[in-house]
């Protein structure tokens, strides 16, 4: 797997396990070409995000070891950061502060709601106006220009949480978005550790996505090296089962191929 790329990834600067050497090292037994970290920024007051003050030495470290040339893996800058409405501004002068090669687009809360690590609010809504709301983020979040990827694409249904009817429609609708943002979609191999036991996006959205054209990168969202390329070899077998040859890299927020 020398050609491959792991894009997503959490240390001990937001809410991963351990350092940057250790994802390193795990990469190079992985065989990986490029990783990427992406640890979270977020503008909501929690505990699993970069902290303000820690942004300088976060920069200076993960730049440093950007221009490391001397190691078999090479490393990206990368960002996972939140999407909010009405806060471009913000986010934008956030991201600005950082010499990325590319950025995640995330959509973790809808309104104050941090669905992804708080169960309580499930049931509030029926799923499908869930999905509806859910997905109305996203398509924010890739059309606000701010990201070059966009994260988790159905991360809503983390916790089973399964739409009450078909909502092909949405998915398609939702895609259509990202094919006129010129957004990349992340194939997100976490799901298959959650309770919804299958990817970020699932198996359906993607031969979708595959048919409207939108290009896909690689992520496990290790939040600990054992978790560094997880499933990657089921990932690139569906990846080609549903007609994609290639995957999205990444430099300095420019675009590269890897053919898979
Ligand atoms: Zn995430
Ligand atoms: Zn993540």
Redesign the pocket.
Known sequence: MSYLVDYHMHTTFSDGKDTYPAYLEKARKKDLAEIGFTDHITLAPVDWCVKEIDYPVMKENLKNLCADFSEDVQVRFGL?VDYFPNKEKELKEIIAQFPVDYVIG?V?FIGNWNY?TDKSLYGKWSNNELYKMYFELIQQAAKSQLFDVI??FD?IKKFQCWPESDQTHLYEETLKVLKEADVVMELNTSGIDRPCGEFFPNKQILELAAKIGIPITLGS?AHKPEQVARHFETAIELLKSVGYSKITRFRNRQRGEIII
Do not use: I, K, R
């Open positions: 996972e995330s973790h992804d994260g988790h991360l969202d």
